[in-house]
């Protein structure tokens, strides 16, 4: 993972929870905002609802983003199948960012829901009538197991990690930048629905989208193309890793001159 990577993840899901999330999610944080906070509640305890509810939502993508990338990890067992991944994700970006800008339907035909499950409806109802913090915290989890096309793509992304700790970190980062737009919809629900806000925001999300395809389609075509070279380069880059590390004590540890091999 690189800078690079990070940006545009973080970029991407803020922009995207606007032009995508709001219109998926957003009847669920309006029915729970409606349903289990009470005019007599306090804004400490409304905020510290509606992180909670955030919060469930992050927790959930972040499990499923460690998923993903064990997944990954015994998928991408050589440099070439890493980069095949890569090209299937860059390739899935693409047609996620296209979507966005509603040339094709992929995010939605992606879509499915689960709301006819018995128990995904007994425990939305046993939630849904409890205003306590746990349950907001649960409720959150549980609408992060709602399928949902943008999710697939950054899961899809998480796998071709192939660690489980950077996929975590992918789904982490995905689920905290789509907090800000859901956070405040309750009171500028408004304002993030009107046509020009939300069609500017799913404009610029689907500009990333797209480069953010290609440029992880030029990592896989770099692995398949070149797989030494990129297992030399990462390699070189977790043994340059470990030494400044070790360095690092080192120099915490005063070590004597020659006691730091």
Known sequence: MNNIDLFLIVSTAFLGSVGH??????GIVVAYTSAKIKPEHSKRKVTLSHLAYSMGRVTTYTILGAMFGLLGKAIAFTPTTKGVLFILTGFLMLLAGASLLGNIKFLN????SVSNNKWFQTNFRKLISDDSLSSFYLLGMLNGIIPCGLVYSFAIFAASTA????GAVVMALFGLATIPALFFLATVTRFLQTGNIRGVMMKLASMLVVLY?????????QFVMHPQQMQQEIDSMRSGSIKSKLEGKCGEMKCAPGKCG
Not at 109 to 112: C, N, Q, T, Y
Not at 163 to 166: A, L
Not at 213 to 221: V, W
């Open 163 to 166: 660690s489980v700790f950077w």
């Open 213 to 221: 395809g290609i440029f992880t389609l030029y990592k896989g075509y």
């Open 109 to 112: 035909s992606a879509e499915f």
């Open 21 to 26: 999330c709001i219109g998926m999610c957003g």
